[in-house]
């Protein structure tokens, strides 16, 4: 989808909608090729950054690191360079003609789950379309809604913004 490779850079703050209900908040910063970071609100152990290699997950309370490639995660469609969304891509109807709803999923991968992406109207934005929220759906029906709000396009990101601090001890020999 050319809107959203026209991203080059991206901040937003967002808001995580669990199936629960339960909210977190946090500041979203997106680079291309491939490089997310979810920083969460204060108090929140967890972090979630993309290298643009892999999509890391970062719990420091438990202390636990989950990798994944990029290819391989919920927000593959989203992040990854090489794949093209347009092969994975179902255009959802809406009722409203400034909103696009596009549904990914893979269906040679659906441990991947489905990536519901919400596009608004929007002269300012790259591709005259604003990435506004998506959904993620896993295979076990677990909905994870990620509402953007106060996105800004085109800004510096500095070089250290995609890596992190493993929590994990460090085994000395």
């Known amino acids: 989808m050319a809107a959203l490779r026209a991203i080059s850079s991206m901040r937003a703050d967002f808001v995580q909608t669990d199936r629960n209900g339960q ?16 920083q969460y609100q204060p108090g929140v152990p967890l972090l979630i950054v993309s ?12 202390r636990q690191v989950s990798r ?3 290819r391989n995660s919920p927000l593959g469609a989203l992040l990854n360079p090489d794949k093209d969304v347009a092969r994975y891509a179902r255009l959802l109807p809406t009722t409203n ?5 596009l549904e990914i999923k893979d269906p040679r991968h659906p441990e991947y789950g489905t990536l519901t992406l919400i596009m608004v109207r929007k002269p300012g934005a790259p591709g005259g379309l604003q990435l506004d929220s998506w959904v993620a759906l896993d295979l076990q029906n677990q909905r994870t809604t990620i509402c953007l709000s106060n996105q800004q396009y085109g800004v510096p990101v500095p070089a250290n913004m995609f890596r992190y601090n493993d929590p994990r001890p460090q085994i000395r020999h």
């Open 51 to 62: 290298d643009g290699a892999a999509l890391t997950v970062i719990d420091y309370e438990v």
């Open 68 to 70: 994944w490639p990029i």
């Open 97 to 101: 003609p400034d909103v696009l709803s």
């Open 23 to 38: 909210r977190l908040t946090g500041t979203l910063t997106l680079q291309r090729p491939g490089k997310i970071r979810f």
